[in-house]
């Protein structure tokens, strides 16, 4: 018991610090973003890019980014680096705190026929192969044929999304794509983004030219990135709505969402050099009410004429017998110090209380009971719901 009262406290430290370092990471890579795009190139000195004033908490900033490098190197020079790498490696440890010491119930599929252990390795060689091969489409001529480029990557998001949604469970299918866009975004950082920078330093330094080609395959990364954001933001979150991830084409959703929300990143990058397309937000409108509406539930009015009537006792039988080793005051279920998000379901009054969140989790979107350990048949949740719209 100790011991699961300690895992929660280290997942909750876990989370904190990913939220934290997420949020300096991604929010420095928008403002850098935003920097590009609003840069004043012509009213500069010969060795200025470009330069922009800001006015921000009582103050007025100027900057300046120079064609190639000051003529001395500053000291202290500011690095952004550290936010990338806690992400990362907070961001693995919770993978492992949830997903990895718990993979029979939080990793894998119902009936899976694969043992945790070879589970965790298809998850972590999943995080290496998209690396590697988004690595090599980076350093072939595709990546400067961007239609090409992007179709390739999107192919390849989905070839992984359908192959773990046959052996992880939905939930995880999300974390494992997030985890693997997350890695090959922070490999970019450390892999190419930083040496890049060190060697303009060093050039700095030295005095000798630089590269164009250098700064170029350093801001392309740069740029993938920026386009990540959103997508990896998304699936940060996504276990909390499992009505996005449930179902069977719970993968093929993910791929939409991830398609619509680098279009959201596209229609701000464009707008940011004055370019912004309003059919382009017609486009993530049309396609994002589309989406809401193909998962929404449905009912024939066969069922709905054939729906019984169904008792509060007969609900709480079939919720003491799936649902109650976990969401009780003090849960069966060993894997439980306390009830998940604080929600029991040990009395009638509970039940009433939280009759809401057991049809979002049991009724639509199936999420519950985890990996369906109790067998909770559909006739079960049918009469939950019963149950629910009348009262």
């Known amino acids: 018991m100790m011991q699961i009262y300690l895992i929660d406290w280290l997942n909750l430290a876990l989370k904190l610090l990913h939220v934290i370092a997420g949020i300096a990471w991604i929010g420095a890579s928008f403002y850098f973003n935003w920097l590009e795009n609003k840069l004043d190139r012509l009213n500069n000195r010969d060795e200025i890019a470009g330069n922009l004033w800001a006015v921000h908490g009582g103050g007025f900033y100027h900057l300046e980014k120079y064609k190639k490098y000051p003529q001395t190197l500053p000291e202290p020079l500011h690095w952004f680096k550290w936010e990338a790498y806690v992400t990362w490696l907070s961001g693995i440890s919770l993978l492992s705190v949830i997903y990895y010491f718990n993979a029979s119930t939080y990793l894998l599929a119902t009936n899976s026929s694969i043992s945790a252990m070879y589970g965790i390795g298809l998850s972590l060689l999943g995080l290496l192969a998209f690396w590697l091969i988004y690595d090599i489409l980076c350093k072939s001529k595709l990546v400067n044929k961007s239609a090409i480029f992007i179709a390739i990557i999107f192919l390849v998001v989905s070839f992984f999304a359908y192959f773990y949604s046959n052996i992880f469970n939905p939930r995880a299918v999300y974390m494992q794509i997030g985890a693997m866009v997350g890695t090959v975004m922070v490999a970019n950082v450390f892999f190419v983004i930083i040496p890049v920078q060190k060697k303009l330093v060093d050039a700095c330094e030295n005095s000798t030219e630089v590269s164009l080609e250098l700064g170029k395959t350093g801001y392309i990364r740069s740029r993938h990135n920026n386009y990540f954001t959103l997508p990896v933001l998304f699936m940060m979150i996504s276990g909390h709505y499992p009505t996005i991830y449930s179902g069977d084409y719970g993968w093929l959703v993910l791929i939409a969402v991830i398609g619509i929300l680098v279009m959201v990143r ?20 049309v396609s994002t009410l589309a989406l809401i509406y193909l998962l929404a539930p449905s009912q024939s009015k066969d069922q709905a004429q054939n729906k019984e009537v169904v008792t509060i006792a007969e609900a709480q039988v079939i919720i003491e017998k799936h649902c109650v080793s976990c969401h009780a005051e003090e849960p069966s279920n060993m894997a439980f110090a306390i009830a998940p998000n604080g929600i029991m379901l040990d009395t009638i009054e509970n039940i009433i209380t939280h009759k809401d969140q057991i049809y979002k989790q049991a009724v639509l979107s199936k999420a519950m009971p985890i990996i369906n350990t109790t067998n909770m048949t559909d006739e079960e949740r049918e009469k939950l719901g019963a149950w629910v719209e009348a009262n």
Do not use: Q
């Not at 596209?266 to 409108?285: D, E, P, Q, T, W």
């Open 266 to 285: 596209h229609y701000f990058n464009l707008r940011g050099v004055g370019k912004a397309k309003n059919s382009l937000i017609a486009i993530i409108a």
